[in-house]
């Protein structure tokens, strides 16, 4: 594993920041964590990437408040081409 963000996902809505924070915790120091509201994902950032690789052996495919947890390698982010517009046509 190249990186120490994780990506997190099949969560319940409900989950809390702190609820990863503290998950995530038991396999190294957690930087970040960041949940996008109501879409049942989020990612963690690890101190080290040896630790992310740890937390994604140890929790990926794991049960976590009834659902199973995929834990994966964070993408980087798409650079998203501007839409055409239009309405600009005109």
């Known amino acids: 594993m190249q990186g120490s963000r994780l990506y997190v996902g099949n969560?319940?809505?409900?989950?809390?920041?702190?609820?990863?924070?503290?998950?995530?915790?038991?396999?190294?120091?957690?930087?970040?964590?960041?949940?996008l509201e109501s879409k049942?994902?989020?990612?963690v950032e690890m101190s080290e990437p040896s630790e992310a690789e740890k937390a994604k052996d140890g929790l990926n495919g794991s049960d976590f408040q009834g659902r199973t947890m995929r834990v994966d390698e964070a993408r980087p982010a798409k650079t998203r081409q501007p839409r055409n517009n239009y309405r600009d046509s005109y």
Do not use: A, N, R
Request: aromatic letters at 18%; proline letters at 0%.
């Open 40 to 43: 049942g994902f989020g990612f």
């Open 11 to 35: 969560l319940k809505y409900s989950v809390t920041e702190g609820e990863l924070q503290e998950l995530f915790s038991t396999y190294g120091t957690v930087k970040d964590v960041t949940i």
